[in-house]
Every structure is written in structure tokens, then in C-alpha cells.
């Protein structure tokens, strides 16, 4: 295990910010890790999602939002929510300022390397950020500061990433910050579309 975490504490994942506006980067060792567990604030993601599910209808959250897997589905929801406006926004508005509460802020045009202890101890408790380093791949739930794009995806442990303008979020060239390289991989990063119940 010493090594795995060595070798994990080596590899850089910078996201890169061409987007347009500020973004917001929660890195955690897989989608099945447990919100309580690894979330450094995580009283006030629930609090969050805790107004949302006040909101929403059964059928559109999970059932339990434990996992950083159910907490993108929350966060899609809470995106159309305040795209559409009305009853809802207040409670997608709570759930969108939690997890940028809970997450690493990069400004636009700026870089920053989500895997550095010093980034990951701003959102993640000591357990997350020691499960982090040793992880093979990371999953990464990406979302822009008006929440309303929101991607989750899995990244190699030392692949870095630059968010753009045009609703995706593409692989850079290994060695370089800004330079894109699709073929080595891109995610959709489509704005939501609003909540047809708002």
C-alpha cells in the first residue's frame, strides 16, 4: 500500500479553466465513494440536498443520496432547477452552493492540479484525501459556477483536462496544460436543460 500511495501522491490532474466563468472540481476515488465518508463539509452538501428534495417529485433523485455517484444526479437536478427558474430555484441554488462549498474552485483561465493535498484538503477529509492519492483512477465531477453544466467522469491518475466554451471538456496533450488532444479523449459538458416541473 505504501507504494500504491507514493505512486499515486507523484501524479498531477490539472484541469485547466477555458470555459468562459469560474468552475468547480470535486476529485474523488470512485463514484461509489460515500458523501459522510470522504466530504470535508459534508453536513452542508445534505443540508443541500436536504431543500432539494423538499422541491422534486419522487422519481427524479435517488432514492438515498449517500454517494459521490448520486450526488452528480442531485446536482443535475438541482441544475434545471434554477435554469428554470420559479418555485425550485432556491433549492437547486442550495444544492449548486453546497458543492461549490465542497469542491476546488478554478478560476477562468487559471489551472489547477486536483490530485495536490494542499487543493484536495479544501473540500476532503483526511480519509478522502488518503484514498485519493493511492487511487488508480479518479472520478471527477466537474460544474460551472452558474450550475448549470455539470459532467462527472473517470480520468487516468495523471491525465489533465481543459474545460472550454463549447460545452466540453477535452484531454491536453500529455506534457501541456492547453493544448487539446480529443483523440485522447473529450466528455460532453452540456448546459441542463430546465426542470419541465419548475
Known amino acids: 500500500m505504501e507504494n500504491d500511495m507514493a505512486f499515486g501522491a507523484d501524479q498531477n490532474i490539472n484541469i ?3 470555459s468562459g466563468q469560474d468552475i468547480y472540481v470535486l476529485a474523488a476515488g470512485n463514484t461509489a465513494w460515500t458523501i459522510a465518508d470522504v466530504l470535508g463539509n459534508a453536513a ?21 443520496i449517500n454517494t459521490i455517484g448520486d450526488l452528480y444526479k442531485a446536482l443535475r437536478v438541482g441544475a434545471a432547477l434554477v435554469r428554470a427558474g420559479g418555485r425550485g430555484y432556491e433549492a437547486g441554488q442550495a444544492v449548486v452552493n453546497a458543492f461549490k ?18 487543493t484536495l484538503s479544501t473540500f476532503l477529509n483526511p ?6 492519492l493511492g487511487a488508480g483512477t479518479v472520478s471527477l465531477t466537474i460544474m460551472s459556477n452558474d450550475g448549470l453544466q455539470v459532467a462527472q467522469f473517470n480520468s487516468g491518475p495523471d491525465d ?11 484531454r491536453s496533450v500529455y506534457g501541456t496544460l492547453w493544448d487539446q488532444d480529443p483523440s485522447a479523449g473529450s466528455q460532453s459538458w452540456p448546459v441542463v436543460p430546465a426542470a419541465a416541473n419548475a
Open 101 to 118: 462549498k465542497n469542491s476546488a474552485d478554478i478560476p477562468n483561465g487559471q489551472v489547477k492540479n486536483v490530485r495536490e493535498q494542499g
Open 127 to 132: 480519509s478522502g484525501i488518503a484514498g485519493l
Open 44 to 64: 452542508l452538501m445534505f443540508t443541500g440536498i436536504g431543500e432539494l428534495k423538499g422541491i422534486v417529485s419522487a422519481g427524479e433523485l435517488p432514492a438515498a
Open 160 to 170: 489533465s483536462w481543459i474545460a472550454t466554451s463549447n460545452q466540453t471538456i477535452v
Open 16 to 18: 485547466a479553466n477555458g
